[in-house]
C-alpha cells in the first residue's frame, strides 16, 4: 500500500516498525479522553514517542507526494500537509489492522463468554461449512473499524 500511494517500498525492518506504530496509535485512539491526558498514563503508553513516529512519517510521506504524483509539486504546502494526512490516515486505518483484527474475534469468540451464550452449541470453528456465515456475523457483531 505504501509503494501504491506514495512509491516508497518498505524494508521487512521498515514494515515492522510502522506496524508497531500502527497498533500503538489504535491503542491510544481507544483511551477515554479524560484518562488520556494523565502524564502517567501517557508515559506507560509511550505517547510522545508515538507522536513523534507519527510526525516523521507525516513529514516523509509529504517529500514523497510531489515525486510521486506531480500534480501535488504545486500544491499550497498547507494542502499539500493535508493530503500527507490523509494518505498517512489512509495507511494507518485502511483495512491495515481490520483482517488481523477480525482473525482475532473469530478465534476468540468460541472460548469466551459471548461464544459460551451465543454460539450453537454444536459449534465447531473447525467446521469449514460454516465459516464463511461465521465470518460475517462476527463482522456485523464485532466491527473492526470504527467511526
Not at 514523497?64 to 494526512?85: G, I, Q, T, V
Not at 482473525?103 to 465459516?131: H, K, T, Y
Request: glycine share 6%.
Amino acid at each position: 500500500l505504501h509503494q501504491v500511494l506514495v512509491g516508497l517500498e518498505l524494508t521487512e525492518r521498515e514494515g515492522e516498525e510502522f506496524m508497531e506504530m500502527q497498533m500503538k496509535i489504535l491503542v491510544l485512539a481507544g483511551v477515554p479522553q479524560d484518562i488520556g491526558d494523565w502524564a502517567v498514563v501517557q508515559e506507560i503508553l509511550g505517547v510522545n514517542e508515538t507522536l513523534a513516529r507519527k510526525e516523521a512519517w507525516l513529514l516523509k510521506i509529504k517529500n514523497l507526494l510531489p515525486k510521486h504524483m506531480p500534480e501535488c509539486a504545486s500544491m499550497p504546502p498547507d494542502d499539500l500537509m493535508a493530503m500527507a494526512s490523509a494518505v498517512l490516515d489512509a495507511l494507518l486505518f485502511a483495512g491495515g489492522q481490520s483482517l488481523p483484527t477480525v482473525l482475532q474475534f473469530c478465534l476468540a469468540v468460541p472460548f469466551s463468554e459471548f461464544g459460551d451464550q451465543c454460539l450453537p452449541p454444536d459449534f465447531d470453528i473447525c467446521d469449514v461449512s460454516r465459516l464463511p456465515s461465521y465470518i460475517f456475523e462476527i463482522v456485523r457483531r464485532f466491527p473492526p473499524v470504527s467511526g
